[in-house]
């Protein structure tokens, strides 16, 4: 069982069978949750269902969109994967934060509903999702944001009727599940598109990936309207504002920690304004509101903060001593465009040079094209190993790495050598999302109960 992240749970034996169900081989299809699904009532949930899909960049279009209905006061349910470092960052509802024992009881209701032989058959992920449901609607959110796992057409989250649906990327990941080809990528994650409901697309190289096509045909046979990036909602770099043309043009400053971000995380913002105007001018859902300031909402200490926006070139400082820091950048870079985006936002920040790198990825990612892309900013590169079943590479990638690369049994002996023999000033710690909840376990950079707030300043310096 891969208990990297089951030692918040390990009290509660509901939590540990859960777990238990993750090692399963990926099974995607909607036969096994329709019938939980139609059993629980959950058919006849009223809520404003938004579904996120993309290769990257989904939970931080997912986490911004969330927030914006935080600052507006509007019930809304988080649901994103992986979680970092508590099970319970997966569900989050604005004004109520959901803890461990919420979720136990909310649990053990489903179980009991479901019945021994109906819930076992159900994957990890299919109940979570299942679970996320259940809270939302527990809490009556009025609105609930729900980031597709693996996909689109055939994962557990396309159970429900989206009211709006967003494709925030395509590009090459899970190609075992969903093709090698970018248009079988493309018409997976299109998917989760329905007839008459309103598309988000998020893509910016349509055309150059020749996926225009493939989103025609869609557009053509479900009747949808598309809103296009440059086209509907975009962003002005020059000005450092985003904007939308769903209705009345509208604009709006980036916030600072956005503008100092990567240009791929300014995209993911402007798509999820766009939307978020889309919603605001085109259904009731926001009520007669007046637009918002995003730049001071995302600044408020009030309002959630999303643990989806945590680790995307996240700076950690860490003090020494008396006028004396390091720093060490964060991002789950998991799979070659991430990676590309880490390149991308390290050269924007204006660092010169290479800094040390402590890097970890799952065995089932491109490990190799992963870390031939970080040696263009990372030097030298160290590789630990991760507690978890999917992080045990293969024969010929692990011959690979450690011809190369220095590899650590773990996170904390990795960042005790490279400490001795590089005491820099700044370093990246980057692979996947267990890396990164590692590090800030490792520097106790967790904040109490897992509940986000803008006024952590540790997290975004």
């Known amino acids: ?38 059993k629980l009532g959950m058919d006849r949930y009223p809520q404003f269902n938004i579904l996120v899909a993309g290769t990257n960049g989904k939970g931080s279009t997912a986490g911004f969109l969330w927030h914006l209905f935080a600052a507006h006061g509007i019930k809304a349910g988080l649901f994103t994967s992986p ?48 679970l996320a449901l259940r809270v939302f609607n527990e809490q009556a959110c009025t609105v609930n944001i729900l980031e597709v796992g693996l996909g689109g057409r055939l994962d557990s989250t396309n159970i429900v009727k989206p009211a709006i649906s967003i494709v925030c990327s395509i590009d090459l990941d899970h190609t075992e599940w969903l093709g090698s080809e970018l248009t079988s990528i493309c018409k997976e994650k299109l998917g989760i598109c329905r007839e008459d409901v309103p598309l988000f697309w998020g893509e910016r190289f349509t055309k150059e990936k020749n996926l225009s096509t493939t989103l025609e045909e869609h557009q053509r046979k479900l009747g949808m309207p598309v809103f296009t990036r440059e ?77 989806s926006l945590v680790g995307r070139f996240q700076k950690l400082k860490i003090d020494l001593k008396e006028n004396d820091s390091l720093s060490i950048t964060l991002d789950v870079c998991h799979n070659p465009a991430a990676a590309k985006q880490f ?13 040390p790198g402590l890097v970890s990825i799952l065995g089932d990612k491109d490990v190799t094209e992963i870390l031939e892309i970080l040696g263009e900013v990372l030097s030298p590169i160290y590789f630990f190993e991760i ?16 011809s190369l690369f220095s590899i650590q049994k773990n996170l904390r002996s990795c960042w005790e050598l490279v400490r001795r023999e590089h005491p820099n000033k700044n370093y990246a710690i980057c692979g996947s999302f267990l890396a990164v909840a590692d ?6 950079a967790y904040p109490k109960h897992g509940q986000f707030s803008a006024e952590l300043n540790g997290y975004w310096n």
């Open 1 to 38: 069982m891969d208990t990297t992240h089951t030692h918040e749970f390990i009290e509660d034996e509901a939590f540990i069978q859960l777990f238990s169900k993750r090692p399963e081989t990926i099974k995607p299809g909607l036969d096994r949750i329709r019938p939980a699904w139609k």
């Open 83 to 130: 979680h970092l470092c508590l099970f319970a960052e997966r569900f989050r509802c604005t004004h109520h934060p959901i803890e461990q024992a919420e979720l136990k009881q909310s649990l053990y209701a489903l179980k009991t509903e479901l019945g021994k032989e109906l819930y076992a058959e159900l994957s990890f992920f299919e109940v979570s999702t299942l």
């Open 231 to 307: 086209q509907h909602f975009g962003l002005d770099q020059a000005s450092q504002k985003v904007w939308s043309e769903l209705g009345l043009r509208t604009e709006a400053l980036l916030p600072t920690w956005v503008s100092e971000s990567s240009e791929v995380i300014q995209h993911n913002f402007a798509l999820a304004y766009g939307a978020y105007q889309f919603i605001k001018n085109q259904t009731n859902l926001l009520g007669n509101t007046t637009d918002l300031d995003p730049s001071a909402s995302f600044s408020s200490p009030h309002l959630p903060w999303p643990p």
């Open 343 to 355: 390149v991308a936002s390290y050269h924007k920040s204006g660092m010169l040079g290479k800094i």
């Open 387 to 402: 507690e978890s079943e999917r992080g045990k590479l293969d024969q010929r990638t692990e011959s690979y790495v450690r």
């Open 439 to 444: 590090a800030l376990r490792l520097f106790s």
